[in-house]
């Protein structure tokens, strides 16, 4: 017997239904019935994502749907500013780059969010820009981004706001029209609950004109045929006809619930996983900041951070996150995000501490466990 | 009550174990579980494509995987062929052109094969042709090309062939090294059994020294990253793990029964069906040529084609496929292709009769079906 236990930063657990809806017997893509289903996971996904706008499903992981992005707004030689806090926000000056694009790159350092004001900065000093690339939760450092005063800072500017909400969508607040979000990409395995393989893009009029004008050249993630296809309910190329039949399933949850009570769930859970790490005398590598789907905790002195999250994982099942790139070893990352409740939180933490504890790391066995339930008792 | 019938040129019906598979709990793909899995699909594709070069799979539809095959092999103002006898022919041209690439198009007349001289002559008068872009199957015609005979007229010159096997690949033959196909690509929800979703692409070395020197901006589909991930048995993007592990139960199948037995098994289905629409009087589309996964009828004179396809599929749960583009009601399409045996074919041309007979055309009751049944009996 093995049971797994999934406290990553996506994938992340799968709820029943959404098991069961990806099993059922396919059905073509080009019929009234799946036309039905199109629909109600495109308006299901306007509802997550706070727009009024169309939401295209396509059929990649998201780092397609973060392409998606910068193919359709941009023209080889155009100015853009991206915003670097960890792996992720690294990821779209990759892509800008892959496509002769400038970016006039803003660092952060790991750990901390950007200060609108360096974006503000940055948008006044060349009203060229055509568009800020950022993070809504860098699920490296597990910290969040102020998307709202991000779209402050860039509202009144000639520049389009783009955010990877692939980690966070559906887990914490983004008011993509509220706030002033152009673009916003996400993907399935992560607050949605759903297997990887499908990215999602919203797009706003104000992106709309510059894809317009953009000319970078695209074929399979061109939203001009994406936006003519969803207009007759269909999709430009075959879509991921099971993994949709499954969003649906993971939507008609989330509407159940509703974002509001999403929002407060995850909290929670990050509350309680913060104070339980800090209980067991770990500093966690976000204080500031901290996003709510994904805790990074300094590992200990001492103590081999890689081991800890392989024995976690391969003598006890249970899969957290080790750190990447230049955290790799320095932290772990517990996430608490999608289809994860309360007792999972506790689960988990009872498995670090029983590896903390085999590793020789100086700590009262239960006091992690204990003070997440009193989070949780709250 | 309600029971749907698919027989169309993708989705295919699921096997059991294909539909279960998706179901299971999901892993993280950063595992030596996914490992595990991973490699198997990898070897296991190799087989299906008849290659000893890796395989990648993608994320993405089989037009994902074509383009990557042709953002990958091409700078802009190349020169290619592209080999046009249908729908999914004009996409090679569609890609092409979005990418700035000049094409030499080959127009076949659709219903027919390319001739291979045709190709062998535009080699000879530009030796500048980078590649030729051809289709194993024409879905939208139903004609498969001599692939063998395209490999000798593409060999011993600069350019590389790339064949388009999304429909055909694992249900006709394609012996990918054998026959000097440099580039193949491929989609999930024809031959292999599975949903759609996931694109498979192999590379020739002779292919890799094209990509060294290919200037095209890529980044999602960047075969390189996909090279140097494989390497360590990985991918450079989250892969779409539940189809992934579905595609190791549809390989096991696959490799349980071998290739030589799912092609006799193709082609018994595609001699009864067209025995069968012949019996009823229909003409074949493509009379020569003809492919063993989907069989093009003529509409016969007088029948509304549209309404036969709707009203088998809307009122019986039979789904086939009507005419794409320029064929638009003047063929159907009957597809004998996936997990599908000989008694879905007599299902399936029972309730073409049923509706044929409503729709006042004259023939046998039952005549269609008698052909197929002895095609079978043999």
Same mark, same amino acid.
């Given at each position: 017997m093995r049971k797994n236990y999934l406290l990553t930063p996506g994938p992340t657990p799968l709820p029943p239904e959404v098991c069961e809806a990806q099993a059922r017997p396919i059905i073509h893509h080009r019929t009234p019935q799946f036309q039905a289903i199109l629909k109600e996971a495109s308006e299901g996904m306007k509802y997550i994502f706070q727009t009024s706008h169309d939401v295209y499903i396509l059929a990649s992981s998201g780092t397609g749907a973060m392409e998606a992005a910068v193919v359709n707004l941009c023209s080889a030689g155009d100015t853009v500013v991206t915003v670097e806090a960890g792996k992720f926000g690294e990821r779209w000056t990759e892509i800008a780059k892959a496509y002769g694009i400038n970016c006039e790159v803003i660092k952060v350092e790991w750990g901390k969010a950007v200060d609108p004001k360096e974006i503000e900065k940055k948008l006044k000093a060349n009203p060229k820009i055509k568009a800020v690339f950022t993070t809504l939760c860098e699920t490296s450092t597990g910290v969040a981004t102020d998307i709202e005063a991000v779209g402050k800072a860039v509202k009144d500017t000639d520049a389009v706001l783009v955010v990877d %909400?692939? *980690?966070g969508l559906g887990a914490i607040d983004l008011k993509t029209d509220a706030w002033g979000c152009d673009i916003v990409v996400s993907g399935s395995?992560?607050?949605?609950?759903l297997p990887p393989g499908l990215g999602f893009i919203s797009v706003s009029p104000k992106a709309w004109q510059k894809i317009e004008s953009a000319k970078l050249p695209r074929y399979y993630f061109d939203l001009k045929a994406a936006k003519k296809a969803l207009a007759s309910t269909d999709t430009p190329f075959t879509p991921a006809i099971t993994l949709i039949v499954a969003l649906c399933e993971a939507l008609k949850i989330m509407r159940q619930d509703g974002l509001e009570k999403i929002f407060a769930r995850h909290k929670k859970m990050a509350d309680a996983t913060r104070a339980a790490m800090q209980a067991l005398g770990m500093g966690l590598? %976000?204080?500031? %900041? %901290? *996003?709510?789907?994904v805790t990074a905790v300094i590992v200990p002195a001492g103590i081999d951070g890689e081991k800890l999250v392989k024995t976690m994982r391969d003598t006890y099942g249970v899969t957290i996150a080790g750190g990447q790139a230049e955290l790799k070893g320095k932290v772990f990352r517990f996430a608490h995000m999608g289809f994860i409740e309360e007792f999972d939180i506790i689960a988990g933490i009872s498995c670090l501490e029983k590896v903390l504890k085999q590793m020789g790391y100086k700590f009262e066995l239960g006091s992690g466990v204990k003070a997440a339930q009193e989070v949780f008792l709250k």
């Open positions: %909400a692939i *980690s395995q992560k607050g949605l609950m590598f %976000a204080p500031t %900041a %901290a *996003s709510d789907v």
